[in-house]
């Protein structure tokens, strides 16, 4: 038995003795005691695993990720011969069947690779129509506008899975039948166990296609796939996305002819064409959210699962106007919506990754669901020769993004990167988290405004790889607004919430100035520099104003607002003292019960001083799995000491 064993041995022994300290002294309920101490399937990481080995597919096999810690897989029929392999759907089906018998959690992954939407080609080789298309701009031509294939420069032809060309999201026809190859093709074969042993099915990265993302380097694109071969002669262009009924679609929404209109949809700076794109771009995220985000959510509630998955490029808010209109919009119609963490260094992480984490979180909250996936991983590292990841980087990894409110943690991780000793330590650890997280609901009392209608009237598309710096001042004020908030409300530890126009202008005002959505109630509003509320967002704000709500403007005085002065103006019901810009904090409440999870992403060990109010306090260390009543001083405030990416969970004692 190594030391790392021994500890955590001697930790679990030692938990309920420390906890009995004296005979007052405060405990866990006994059903939290019991779920932290042996963290249920539901609340452990589920690995994915492509396309399970035919040598695996028995009780005896599976069990192999059970004893890794593991709470199930996700998975899917295996890519050869995607979708059409009869032997390969026995193997599935016999892996399945193998979960259930060992009480494993089984989601199915609905593509061959990436991005969805393709079932591996069998949709184009169904109607060639269906493949993404894009309105491309050419100023040398004498008919300037054409519509024509949307893959040389886009993320279809330029993934690390395979340059294959892919349907288009916004053409019903098309997801109708990706819907039809794939996800019905899974309930023909494992119709008894949806509901059951699968709970949900995981979509990837789907796009619009429209928009060029940058080539892969060199030395990387010679070893990906190739499916679909990219035509040299093809040039990059401005373009935006487009479909068979697009046109049609814009006259019924606003009466008027989209053709006409095209020229404002890649320059002008008139009123008038401000509202063309922006009316485009409201259309385009309708249709998205609802052709494909909705079309899938549908079908899996028919089906007794849940819709999960993630976006593409989370971390850039101008990007999601190309890639899918309103990101906080469609993942809104995932039941479990997702994010994409592709690094494990959490100190690289946290602060620039901030968006990636709030979108899924963000949209869960608004419509009253608590649950949020992150497929996670150390690709990062792996792909600058850095990693594999340590088992310290990862836990807190997974601690930051739990802060944020995930819980369900779907892993890229290499198993035979790691001991399986420290593979079955990180799943403990994740499982620890949400034995105390999962049932709470977090508490996040600010609001900043996701600026989305706004970046519709000003995005114009480029030929070149998307950037901010290619668009107009007032986008990249807006960006750079959104984005620097965000990130020093996150470096501050104080929890927030995303909202967009179509949300807000639902709010309730209550006669105390605060805004209620979803049962969730908010303090303060945070909005950008250079936003223009729509009418039914700004009646909002304004009554919110008239009642004493506390409204927060960036650059109000022409200046960006400083860390201190943001702070100053929005709620915080917890500081750390002294501040560090290395350390997460998410608040959440469970049975009337206030907990705090703080996270040291840093390489440097922090002490100080939690300040909360209330108590007495207990300190649960997710690592070593123990349970203490916390050190509070006379004014209350809690000893803080975390060691180098170390995380320690605070619940209030009654």
Request: proline share 6%; hydrophobic share 40%.
């Given at each position: 038995?190594?030391?790392?064993?021994m500890?955590?041995?001697?930790?679990?022994?030692?938990?309920?003795?420390?906890?009995?300290?004296?005979?007052?002294?405060?405990?866990?309920?006994a059903?939290?005691?019991?779920?932290?101490?042996?963290?249920?399937?539901?609340?452990?990481?589920?690995?994915?695993v492509?396309?399970?080995?035919?040598?695996?597919?028995?009780?005896?096999?599976?069990?192999?990720?059970?004893?890794?810690?593991?709470?199930?897989i996700?998975?899917?029929?295996?890519?050869?011969?995607?979708?059409?392999?009869?032997?390969?759907?026995?193997?599935?089906?016999?892996?399945?069947?193998?979960?259930?018998?060992?009480?494993?959690?089984?989601?199915?992954?609905?593509?061959?690779?990436?991005?969805?939407?393709?079932?591996?080609?069998?949709?184009?080789?169904?109607?060639?129509?269906?493949?993404?298309?894009?309105?491309?701009?050419?100023?040398?031509?004498?008919?300037?506008?054409?519509?024509?294939?949307?893959?040389?420069f886009?993320?279809?032809?330029?993934?690390?899975?395979?340059?294959?060309?892919?349907?288009?999201?916004?053409?019903?026809?098309?997801?109708?039948?990706?819907?039809?190859?794939?996800?019905?093709?899974?309930?023909?074969?494992?119709?008894?166990?949806?509901?059951?042993?699968?709970?949900?099915?995981?979509?990837?990265?789907?796009?619009?296609?429209?928009?060029?993302?940058?080539?892969?380097p060199?030395?990387?694109?010679?070893?990906?796939?190739?499916?679909?071969?990219?035509?040299?002669?093809?040039?990059?262009?401005?373009?935006?996305?487009?479909?068979?009924?697009?046109?049609?679609?814009?006259?019924?929404?606003?009466?008027?002819?989209?053709?006409?209109?095209?020229?404002?949809?890649?320059?002008?700076?008139?009123?008038?064409?401000?509202?063309?794109r922006?009316?485009?771009?409201?259309?385009?995220?309708?249709?998205?959210?609802?052709?494909?985000?909705?079309?899938?959510?549908?079908?899996?509630?028919?089906?007794r699962?849940?819709?999960?998955?993630?976006?593409?490029?989370?971390?850039?808010?101008?990007?999601?106007?190309?890639?899918?209109?309103?990101?906080?919009?469609?993942l809104?119609l995932?039941?479990?919506?997702?994010?994409?963490?592709?690094?494990?260094?959490?100190?690289?992480?946290i602060?620039?990754?901030?968006?990636?984490?709030a979108?899924?979180?963000?949209?869960?909250?608004?419509?009253?669901?608590?649950?949020?996936?992150?497929?996670?991983?150390?690709?990062?590292?792996?792909?600058?020769?850095?990693?594999?990841?340590?088992?310290e980087?990862?836990?807190?990894?997974?601690?930051?993004?739990?802060g944020?409110?995930?819980?369900?943690?779907?892993?890229?991780?290499?198993?035979?990167?790691?001991?399986?000793?420290?593979?079955?330590?990180?799943?403990?650890?994740?499982?620890?988290?949400?034995?105390?997280?999962?049932?709470?609901?977090?508490v996040?009392?600010?609001?900043?405004?996701?600026?989305?209608?706004d970046?519709?009237?000003?995005?114009?598309?480029?030929?070149?790889?998307?950037?901010?710096?290619?668009?107009?001042?007032?986008?990249?004020?807006?960006?750079?607004?959104?984005?620097?908030?965000?990130?020093?409300?996150?470096?501050?530890?104080?929890?927030?919430?995303?909202?967009?126009?179509?949300?807000?202008?639902?709010?309730?005002?209550?006669?105390?100035?605060?805004?209620?959505?979803?049962?969730?109630?908010?303090?303060?509003?945070?909005?950008?520099?250079?936003?223009a509320?729509?009418?039914?967002?700004?009646?909002?704000?304004?009554?919110?104003?008239?009642?004493?709500?506390?409204?927060?403007?960036?650059?109000?005085?022409?200046k960006?607002?400083?860390?201190?002065?943001?702070?100053?103006?929005?709620?915080?019901?917890?500081?750390?003292?002294?501040?560090?810009?290395?350390?997460?904090?998410?608040?959440?409440?469970?049975?009337?019960?206030?907990?705090?999870?703080?996270?040291?992403?840093?390489?440097?060990?922090?002490?100080?001083?939690?300040?909360?109010k209330?108590?007495?306090?207990?300190?649960?260390?997710?690592?070593?799995?123990?349970?203490?009543?916390?050190?509070?001083?006379?004014?209350?405030?809690?000893?803080?000491?975390l060691?180098?990416?170390?995380?320690m969970?605070?619940?209030?004692?009654?």
């Open positions: 038995m190594n030391a790392r064993t500890l955590s041995v001697l930790a679990v022994l030692l938990s309920p003795w420390l906890s009995m300290v004296r005979a007052d002294a405060p405990v866990l309920p059903d939290w005691q019991a779920a932290w101490s042996s963290p249920s399937m539901a609340d452990r990481p589920l690995q994915i492509h396309g399970i080995p035919a040598s695996r597919a028995t009780p005896e096999g599976m069990k192999f990720y059970k004893d890794h810690g593991l709470g199930g996700v998975c899917n029929v295996a890519f050869a011969d995607y979708l059409r392999s009869e032997e390969h759907w026995k193997t599935l089906v016999a892996g399945v069947e193998a979960c259930r018998d060992l009480g494993l959690i089984v989601w199915i992954y609905d593509e061959e690779g990436y991005p969805s939407g393709a079932a591996g080609g069998l949709v184009l080789a169904e109607n060639r129509e269906f493949e993404a298309v894009e309105l491309a701009y050419d100023k040398t031509r004498a008919d300037p506008f054409f519509v024509r294939p949307a893959y040389e886009a993320h279809a032809a330029n993934n690390f899975h395979a340059a294959r060309r892919c349907p288009n999201l916004i053409d019903d026809r098309a997801m109708r039948c990706f819907i039809e190859k794939t996800h019905d093709a899974y309930w023909r074969h494992l119709e008894p166990h949806f509901g059951r042993t699968i709970q949900a099915v995981f979509t990837d990265e789907p796009s619009l296609m429209a928009v060029n993302l940058g080539a892969l060199d030395e990387i694109r010679e070893k990906v796939r190739v499916v679909d071969p990219p035509d040299p002669a093809v040039r990059p262009l401005p373009s935006v996305p487009w479909g068979y009924d697009l046109a049609e679609q814009y006259r019924r929404r606003f009466g008027e002819d989209l053709v006409k209109q095209r020229p404002s949809l890649f320059g002008g700076d008139t009123p008038e064409d401000r509202r063309v922006r009316q485009f771009w409201s259309l385009i995220a309708d249709l998205t959210a609802e052709r494909y985000f909705g079309a899938i959510g549908r079908w899996c509630s028919e089906h699962i849940a819709s999960s998955g993630h976006c593409l490029w989370e971390e850039e808010v101008l990007h999601h106007v190309p890639l899918e209109g309103n990101g906080l919009k469609v809104g995932m039941d479990v919506p997702g994010l994409d963490m592709l690094s494990s260094d959490p100190a690289a992480v602060h620039t990754g901030w968006l990636t984490a979108l899924p979180s963000s949209a869960g909250m608004l419509h009253g669901r608590r649950r949020v996936m992150t497929e996670v991983s150390d690709f990062s590292q792996k792909m600058a020769s850095q990693g594999p990841a340590t088992l980087a990862m836990q807190a990894t997974a601690a930051w993004q739990a944020w409110g995930a819980t369900e943690f779907t892993l890229y991780y290499g198993i035979s990167d790691r001991s399986a000793e420290d593979y079955r330590a990180y799943c403990d650890y994740v499982g620890r988290l949400n034995a105390i997280l999962k049932p709470a609901s977090p996040r009392k600010t609001l900043l405004y996701y600026p989305i209608h970046l519709w009237e000003e995005y114009l598309p480029i030929a070149e790889r998307l950037n901010v710096a290619s668009q107009s001042p007032r986008a990249r004020r807006l960006a750079d607004s959104f984005m620097r908030l965000g990130q020093r409300l996150q470096r501050s530890q104080v929890p927030f919430n995303l909202v967009d126009h179509e949300n807000l202008a639902s709010a309730q005002v209550e006669s105390d100035g605060r805004l209620t959505l979803a049962d969730q109630a908010y303090e303060a509003l945070v909005l950008p520099a250079g936003v509320l729509p009418d039914a967002a700004a009646k909002v704000v304004e009554e919110l104003r008239r009642r004493g709500g506390r409204v927060v403007v960036d650059e109000a005085d022409g960006p607002l400083s860390a201190e002065s943001l702070l100053a103006q929005v709620p915080a019901d917890y500081r750390v003292l002294p501040a560090s810009e290395h350390l997460s904090l998410g608040a959440f409440i469970r049975d009337g019960r206030r907990i705090v999870l703080v996270t040291n992403v840093g390489g440097e060990a922090y002490r100080g001083r939690l300040e909360a209330g108590g007495p306090w207990l300190v649960l260390d997710p690592a070593a799995a123990t349970v203490q009543p916390a050190e509070q001083d006379a004014e209350g405030k809690i000893g803080l000491s060691g180098a990416r170390r995380a969970l605070f619940v209030e004692a009654r």
